[in-house]
């Protein structure tokens, strides 16, 4: 089945793992790995986070939009989305038609360490950890409409990767 999906595009909440997982299934399936949040990066010439400072989010949006069209262009890579992509009608268009969707997902507690830490996200500023409940409770259910949705906090990578390539070996 391999050979028939054009792409395998991984969706999910920030902190799911959609980056560590996609690189590592990429080198395994010899496929080449894109992540829409550093295209975006390279394409406004600076940090997500300053980005949404000077332009604010509607505009992250718009341009998050114009990476995942030209990204899904292409075939046989494995793609990591933002969090927030899935809330455009567009890009979930884009995004079913352009592979296979893969969802992934972690409880509130596991998000909350594996981000807690981080700078980078703008959504996440102030108190992170009632951000994250507040955007996951927005946020209930966009993430359903993918062909197939891991749990990452109930699996180790390499499980979750032996269970994709099963899969896409039984087609
Ligand atoms: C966002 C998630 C981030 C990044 C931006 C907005 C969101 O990507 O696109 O900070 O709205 O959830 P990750 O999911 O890769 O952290």
């Not at 933002?82 to 969707?101: H, I, Q």
């Amino acid at each position: 089945m391999s050979g028939k999906v054009q792409n395998i595009i991984f969706i999910g909440f920030m902190g799911t793992g959609k980056s560590t997982l996609g690189r590592m299934l990429a080198e395994h399936m010899q496929w080449s790995f894109v992540d829409c949040d550093e295209r975006i990066v390279r394409k406004a010439g600076m940090s997500i986070a300053d980005f949404f400072a000077q332009h604010g989010e509607a505009a992250f949006r718009a341009l998050e939009t114009e990476v995942i069209q030209e990204v899904l262009y292409n075939q046989q890579q494995i793609v990591s989305t933002g969090g927030g992509s899935v809330l455009l009608e567009a890009n979930r268009e884009l995004m079913k038609n352009g592979g296979l969707v893969i969802a992934l997902t972690a409880d509130k507690d596991t998000i909350i360490q594996r981000v807690k830490h981080d700078t980078g996200r703008p959504l996440l500023q102030g108190d992170a950890e009632a951000r994250i409940e507040q955007l996951l409770k927005e946020r209930a259910g966009a993430y359903d409409f993918a062909d197939l949705t891991i749990d990452t906090a109930q699996e180790s990578i390499e499980q979750v990767i032996q269970r994709i390539m099963q899969m896409l070996e039984e087609g």
